[in-house]
């Protein structure tokens, strides 16, 4: 199995594909998809569609686990962000209806076995977890990679983490 994991972001989002077999991971390829600062709302978005459609394209996963937002404070920032989660789940309702969604806590408690990791022991568990030599950077690609991972370990549990 192929997932595709995202972390979205406006700015940054994050992606991560891990091929699963049984309980053997490997990571296929990461990265972030990258917008600037200045350029229009619209072009942002959709540089972030299309970016997310050319994963596919390469990658052609068989699912795709995104992480859920999560703001405490800022307004407008949890605006755009939804916005560019908006774009990305675009994209990937084009290539499958298999669409899973994850919150923070539940990666975390899945890639580290605590629910209130910080980012390093994320890092180092997925370090570990696909025998790498060297932690993801940057982060956001980071946590795809995280988010992906969680995912593969669901097995037959994915269905309640189904997009509705």
Not at 56 to 84: C, H, Q, W
Not at 135 to 144: F, M, S, T, V
Request: contains cysteine.
């Amino acid at each position: 199995m192929i997932v595709l994991g995202i972390d979205p972001g406006y700015a940054l989002m994050g992606w991560g594909v891990v091929e699963a077999q049984g309980s053997k991971m490997r990571l296929l390829g990461c990265g972030c998809v990258e917008t600037k600062a200045g350029v229009p709302m619209p072009d942002r978005l959709r540089t972030l569609q299309l970016g997310i459609r050319d994963l596919i394209s390469i990658y052609k996963p068989d699912d795709i686990a995104f992480e859920e937002l999560f703001f405490a404070r800022n307004v407008t920032t949890a605006l755009m962000v939804g916005a560019a989660r908006g774009a990305a789940i675009i994209s990937a309702a084009e290539h499958t209806s298999n669409l899973y969604e994850y919150t923070p806590m539940q990666i975390k408690q899945a890639v580290t076995g605590y629910g209130r990791a910080d980012k390093k022991q994320v890092q180092q568990m997925v370090k570990l977890l696909l025998h790498m030599d060297d932690i993801i950077k940057p982060d956001d690609a980071a946590d795809a990679v995280a988010c992906a991972i969680t995912h593969c370990q669901c097995g037959f549990a994915k269905e309640q983490f189904r997009m509705k």
